[in-house]
């Protein structure tokens, strides 16, 4: 009886070991360094498609619904919206907003944008072809869909650059990027990694992957006995640490960073929208405003990006009010 036992007790030891060995191997590998995964998949424009949008006669902006594919076959779609009585022969050159929303609007944000006062606005969908609705456990067969989208966004905004840098009516000297909300992280991570970007705006956005995550699992769930386990293992399987947006954004620096800043935000923990703050160098400037985290209406989305215009256009008339 002893013996059979010790043999039981050495199985389970050894099966202890062997899981425990799959678990340090699975979080090494969900936690590589993801540079290079950015950069290979970003590749180079094998293909650029643009299609004119539907237009009101008497609009004073055109849209064009872009699709772009890279020689690595990530797909990117964008819709880019500037002054209708520009044409392919336009010789005036405008500074480029490139804007990253939420992962629902995509590139319908440049719907939700009124006046551009001059600049050209290109608004991206996240590369991910599943359903963004998607709730509860139905989410599960979803995963991989969802980490490979997450880990391809830096990829594709700055495959979007790429073609958007290249196009005769945009000044490569001003070009700025907007992250609102979810579009934050991924627009900071791809300033890191391309100088060409002159400027970053985060709208609503903070530091962290895993506390933004759990504060808002907590919220809908409704407690933390459910909310620090699941937070824990979806920012494991995204690679959230390694995406964290203060791990980045000192690489912005010397180019200004803007972060704009809701006081009453409940989906925003303050300490993280502190830290992405704090990690970033100069130049730098926090902005709070009055309300709530931004949704994905017009009329809460139109008097953020008004703000971000009046600040840009007011820079590149005068640029030492920058300093």
Known sequence: MAGMRHRIVKRIGVGLLVVTALACVACAWLLR?????????????LSA????APARPDSAYRVDLVHLRSSSGLEVELAVKRPAADSDETTARRPLVILLGGHRT?????????????TVVAALSYPYRGNHRVKGWAIVPEIPAIRSAILDTPAAVLLALDYLADQ???????????????????????????PRIARVWVVHGSGGAYT????NLRRQLGSRAASVPIAGLATMLISGPRLAPERWVGDIAPRPLVMI?????????????ARLYESAGEPKEQIWVAGGHVRSEADAVRPLVSLVLDRMLATQADPSAER
């Open 168 to 194: 005769p009516d945009i000044d490569r000297e001003r070009i700025e990027a907007v992250g609102v909300s979810l579009g934050a992280p991924f627009v900071t991570i791809a300033a890191a990694l391309d």
């Open 261 to 273: 800043n809701a006081i009453d935000d409940e989906r925003l923990p303050r300490a993280s929208i």
């Open 106 to 118: 995509g590139r319908d944000a440049v719907h939700l944008i009124g006046d551009t006062r001059g």
């Open 212 to 215: 933004p995550l759990e504060f």
């Open 33 to 45: 360094d993801q540079r290079p995964r950015f950069e290979r998949r970003r590749a180079r424009i």
């Open 49 to 52: 498609t643009s299609t004119p």
